[in-house]
């Protein structure tokens, strides 16, 4: 009995995108939509701490640290191929009879998601110390809100992004010699 190498019991082949230009195109467009709102939740936020808010509480820089991780995530991630991720004769890190391109693909995605994982969870963690645990009422407690909206949102839109620009066109040319 011969053993397939791989990693997990299922078929990947199960799990391929569709090939739709519309479903790219829409997943593009999408993607763009949610980052915007959550820029503009960040935005929104800042601008209401600065002129409207009358508590002592205001947007500084600690409030937009999670939402530069997570944009710099969403960059990393996105601009990784998919190819590059599933390489063949990947059996050794050093590149010892592998492939060192594979590996490098995969350590930096894994950096892309701890930045956005990071976002998000500073952004609770912003949330919790900043507003929850001093007892704010609800509209200086929406400037926190707004920071997880705006992180959650360009998660969202990181991997909707990364689903829609890894879908194969129908008609797609390789035209590396």
Request: with cysteine.
């Amino acid at each position: 009995m011969d053993q397939p190498n791989h990693l997990f019991r299922f078929n990947a082949s199960l799990f391929k995108l569709p090939k739709s230009q519309k479903l790219r195109s829409f997943g593009v467009y999408l993607s763009g939509g949610l980052y915007a709102i959550g820029f503009w939740s960040m935005i929104d936020a800042a601008i209401y701490s600065k002129t409207v808010n009358a508590s002592i509480v205001h947007v500084t820089f600690v409030d937009w640290i999670p939402f530069i991780c997570s944009t710099l995530g969403m960059l990393i991630v996105n601009s990784i191929e998919k190819s590059n991720l599933f390489s063949e004769n990947n059996n050794s890190f050093l590149g010892n009879g592998g492939n060192t391109n594979a590996w490098a693909a995969r350590v930096i995605l894994f950096f892309g998601f701890a930045l956005l994982a990071g976002g998000l969870a500073g952004s609770f963690m912003v949330f919790i110390l900043k507003f929850l645990l001093k007892h704010y009422s609800f509209p200086t407690l929406g400037m926190g809100v707004s920071n997880i909206v705006c992180n959650g949102s360009i998660m969202l839109s990181c991997i909707i992004l990364w689903l829609s620009q890894n879908i194969e066109d129908e008609y797609s040319y390789s035209l590396a010699l």
